[in-house]
Nanobody
Framework: QVQLVESGGTLVQTGGSLRLSCAASGGTFSSYAMGWFRQSPGKEREFAAV????????RYAVSVKGRFTISRDNAKNTVYLQMNALKPEDTAVYFC????????????????WGKGTLVTVSA
């Protein structure tokens, strides 16, 4: 089982930028696809971005494409989410997750979850 710890969430103004990190321990990080999901108050958890095992293939939700960038450093067992041009509707708890397939192709089948980090975008 992989333990995932997200960090980097904070309060930011509209139009600002933020980088989230997700550090993994246990398991074989470099073989997993990694995804970022988010959950806003009163809403279901939704997919944001995924990166395949070697970082060469990424996929994004329409709502974040062009503003968010997912990346990974397998030497550091860490996946990142660079968020630019933030909007109030990006306010959510952001979670990272593993997909044992290693592929960025849908569907993402989450195996392990972190506990999340809160991003708040003020208007």
């Amino acid at each position: 089982q992989v333990q995932l710890v997200e960090s980097g969430g904070t309060l930011v103004q509209t139009g600002g930028s933020l980088r989230l990190s997700c550090a993994a321990s246990g398991g074989t990080f470099s073989s997993y696809a990694m995804g970022w999901f988010r959950q806003s108050p009163g809403k279901e958890r939704e997919f944001a971005a995924v990166i395949n095992w070697n970082g060469e293939i990424t996929r994004y939700a329409v709502s974040v494409k062009g503003r968010f960038t997912i990346s990974r450093d397998n030497a550091k067992n860490t996946v990142y989410l660079q968020m630019n041009a933030l909007k109030p509707e990006d306010t959510a708890v952001y979670f990272c997750a593993t997909d044992a397939s290693g592929s960025a192709a849908p569907p993402f089948v989450p195996k392990d979850w972190g506990k999340g980090t809160l991003v708040t975008v003020s208007a």
